[in-house]
């Protein structure tokens, strides 16, 4: 039912926020708008606020939506109405009609990604495992506890921006570089091949295929120290590395907190290599029942999540060029499925995009607004496909239009109609197709 509901509040409010792109620049450009209608079929709710406006539908097929202008199709328009007409509009008024849709997409994407950017986006550092022998990031001589800084000097703070940064380089393929920090801090330059990678991995873990795998565990690398604590008190810095406790090594994080966890109210000293140096660092635990049972606790946490978070100018910035950079991907892998050098198994229909919607309302409201986002993106790149269906296909016929110095013909239109659906039907179908494997899959 999680996701049933939230695959339906996903797909409303971008529906309603691309129809309401045409809508709003036909009444700017003076065109009557019949019906605005949420879904298709039969009507389930019919408004119309005053005699002769807008009827505002809810229909029973919630998959679409449509706005309904005066003069579109075969309707028969007052002579009084006639300047109201979408078709007696200037061509470049329909086209501006046209591409509000999916222009209202990317915007919404914008919108959503730039809130979240000034919110700030929680996310796991990438830290990375010992690689398997043989694969790429054992060759380019990662090792335990190395964290990816930069791609190809892009700086990434997640595992989600590295996720995006290679799956964007290995469309291109060749080779890229990772700037990873050791355990001791130091800053070191790696190169990572991808030529045992092709396009048709990107539907696999091709994360795990190079040899990057997060951590199994985590230095002792002191991430957050809360304000008041005994941490705080006695002069611990975050950065610092626990490398000993009274004397004995510490080898992880898990190692570190069981011997601060077995000294309640009892001092302990802390041996932590900072800048460079080594520092001996005395405090004492304080003392907190867990389940009936004494434990000492200092206040710190791992440097293992982050908060990816910008102020309000770089935040519009970032998400302009991360709408930008999800349309050209898109349109990228679109070509390379073409050409055959990516496989059809990466396009996913309305199944798998209703259950990433729903794991990810699952997990809270930030992952839900992220999928929200780039299915906006996705939404907008696909109607823009110049398939005489949707607007892209309206907007070729715009663009012959001002090169012949005439409309395309009815017969040219409807014989473009017909290839359209045809096209939109077949690619539905693997759509589809490729979600029901995939379910049978897992």
Sequence with gaps: MLTFFSFLLALSILIVFHEMGHYWVARLCGVKVLRFSLGFGKPLYVKQFQPGGTE??????????????????????NPADLPFAFNRQSVWKRICIVAAGPMANFILAIFIYWGLFVYGMPGQRPLLETPMAKTAAAVAGITHWDVIEQIDAEPVQTWEDVNWLLAKKLVDGGELNLAVRN??????????LLTGLTGNDLDKDFLTKLGLHPAKTVPAR?????????????????????????????????NFTESVRAKPEKTVVLDVQRQGSTHAIAVIPKRELDNGKAIGRIGVAPAV????????GQAFVRSALKCWDTSIFSLKILGRMITGD???????GPVTIAQVTGEAASIGWLPYLMIIAAVSVS?????????PILDGGHLMYYMVEILKGSPVSVQAMEIGQRIGIALLVLLMSLALYNDIVRLLGQ
């Design 222 to 254: 002191l991430g957050r120290i809360l304000p008041g604590s005994p941490a705080e008190h006695a002069g611990l810095q975050v950065g610092d590395l626990v490398i000993a406790v009274n004397s004995k090594p510490v080898f992880d994080w898990n």
């Design 183 to 192: 355990v001791e801090g130091q800053l070191l330059q790696k190169r990572l």
């Design 305 to 312: 999540l982050v908060k990816a978070q910008y102020p309000l």
């Design 56 to 77: 505002w539908v809810v229909a029973a097929f919630p998959l679409g939506g449509y706005v309904k202008m005066l003069g579109e199709q075969d309707d028969q328009v």
């Design 342 to 348: 990516v496989s059809w198994r990466n396009l996913s």
């Design 379 to 387: 939404l907008g790149v696909m109607n823009l496909l110049p398939l």
